[in-house]
């Protein structure tokens, strides 16, 4: 069994930073992509940043040079540093892995519960 955990939500004010984390622990032979995604109330989930394996990244338009993804292979973790916050940011942030449990097995999309992220004007 495949879990994602995610950290480091909250309240900050605009313009103001935060950094979330998640941590895959399990079965685990194999990380395709780690990333972020986000929903507001209201709205359909959306994709914020993913990492691949390789090291090479994607952002959505409106966190370009605002929101960094970072991974370490060796834990199983990916960030998501946020600098320059607005209030439209504000949502709640999905981790999201492509996971390949077992050499016998293909690869599956897993999620974590979530954090909520809250950007004050």
């Known amino acids: 069994q495949v879990q994602l955990v995610e950290s480091g939500g909250g309240l900050v004010q605009a313009g103001g930073s935060l950094r979330l984390s998640c941590a895959a622990s399990?079965?685990?032979?194999?990380?395709?992509?780690m990333g972020w995604y986000r929903q507001a109330p209201g709205k359909q989930r959306e994709l914020v940043a993913t990492?691949?394996?390789?090291?090479?990244?994607n952002y959505r338009d409106s966190v370009k040079g605002r929101f960094t993804i970072s991974g370490d292979n060796a834990k199983n973790m990916v960030y998501l540093q946020m600098n320059s916050l607005k209030p439209e940011d504000t949502a709640v942030y999905y981790c999201n892995a492509i996971i390949r449990p077992s050499s016998d097995y293909g690869q599956y999309d897993y999620w974590g519960q979530g954090t909520q992220v809250t950007v004050s004007s």
């Open positions: 399990g079965t685990i032979f194999s990380i395709n992509r």
């Open positions: 990492i691949i394996s390789g090291g090479s990244t």
